[in-house]
C-alpha cells in the first residue's frame, strides 16, 4: 500500500469566542494515502471546512499531531508552513480565486514562479498544463472572458503546476451545471497518482460518489 500522504492523530479544534467553546472538531485520526481521492460530506457545521482548512494549513488544530508526507508539521513555524502551502499543497476552489487582471497563462505561471521555478520552466509548465486540459485556445483570456468550466480547469492547472502532494478541493463544483461538474470531477480524478492524493469537501452526493473514499462527518467526528 502506498504510503499515507496525511496522517492526522487526535486533531481536535475548539473556538473559544463566545459564551460557550465550540467543539468544531473532536479527536480526528486518520490516513490518507497516495492513490486516495476522499471525499469529505456531512451537514453545514459538520466539521468540513475545519478539518479541510488544517489539512491545509490555513488553521491549527487545538491538540493532536498531523504528519505531511511523512513529516512532522509543526504549525508553531510559520515559515515552514508557508513553504508547505507553496510546494506541497494545491487548493481547488468553489469560486475559482483566479487573478481578474490576469490571463489564465499567467494565474497558472503566478504559482508556478512562487514554488520556486525558474521563469521559462514555470511558464513552459503552464502552458503545457493548459494545453492538456484543452485551454489552448484560451491562454492569454482573463477570467472575465471564460466560462465557468473554463475558470474551474484553470483553477485545476493552477493547483496542480507544482506537482503538489495533496491537492484540497472545496466544493469544486458548486458553481458549475451538471455537464461541467462532471467533467472537472473527471479532470480531478485522472491527477491521482501513488505520490498524490485529493481531498475534497462537498455536499453533493454524485460528487462524493467520483472518490475511492467516502467520509461521512457530524459534530465534528468521522461518523462512517
Same mark, same amino acid.
Given at each position: ?13 475548539? &473556538? ?19 492513490? =486516495? &481521492? ?11 471546512? $475545519? ?20 513529516? !512532522? !508539521? ?5 515559515? $515552514? ?11 481547488? &476552489? ?14 497558472? $505561471? ?22 492538456? !486540459?484543452?485551454? #489552448? ?6 477570467? #472575465?472572458?471564460?466560462?465557468?468550466? =473554463? ?9 496542480? %503546476? ?36 485529493? %481531498? ?11 472518490? $475511492? ?12
Amino acid at each position: 500500500m502506498p504510503s499515507p500522504i496525511i496522517a492526522l492523530q487526535s486533531i481536535s479544534r475548539v &473556538f473559544d469566542s463566545g459564551p460557550q467553546p465550540i467543539h468544531a472538531l473532536s479527536g480526528i485520526t486518520l490516513q490518507i494515502a497516495g492513490g =486516495e &481521492f476522499v471525499a469529505l460530506s456531512g451537514p453545514s457545521g459538520s466539521g468540513k471546512s $475545519t478539518l479541510l482548512n488544517i489539512l491545509g494549513l490555513a488553521d491549527r488544530p487545538t491538540s493532536g499531531s498531523m504528519l505531511l508526507s511523512g513529516k !512532522v !508539521v509543526d504549525f508553531s513555524a510559520e515559515a $515552514t508552513l508557508t513553504a508547505l502551502r507553496r510546494n506541497s499543497i494545491g487548493y481547488i &476552489f468553489q469560486y475559482f480565486n483566479l487573478l481578474p487582471a490576469m490571463s489564465a497563462l499567467e494565474n497558472v $505561471t503566478m504559482m508556478a514562479l512562487l514554488s520556486g521555478m525558474q521563469h521559462e520552466g514555470a511558464y513552459e509548465k503552464s502552458r503545457a498544463q493548459l494545453l492538456a !486540459v484543452g485551454l #489552448g485556445a484560451r491562454l492569454h483570456h482573463r477570467p #472575465g472572458q471564460l466560462s465557468g468550466g =473554463e475558470m474551474q480547469r484553470v483553477a485545476i492547472c493552477r493547483a496542480l %503546476v507544482h506537482a503538489p502532494a495533496l491537492i484540497l478541493a472545496d466544493e469544486p463544483t458548486g458553481n458549475l451545471d451538471s455537464t461541467n461538474g462532471a467533467a472537472v470531477l473527471d479532470l480531478i480524478r485522472s491527477q491521482i497518482s501513488a505520490d498524490r492524493a485529493v %481531498v475534497m469537501a462537498t455536499h453533493s452526493a454524485e460528487a462524493a460518489g467520483y472518490a $475511492t473514499r467516502s467520509l461521512l462527518m457530524h459534530d465534528g467526528k468521522i461518523v462512517s
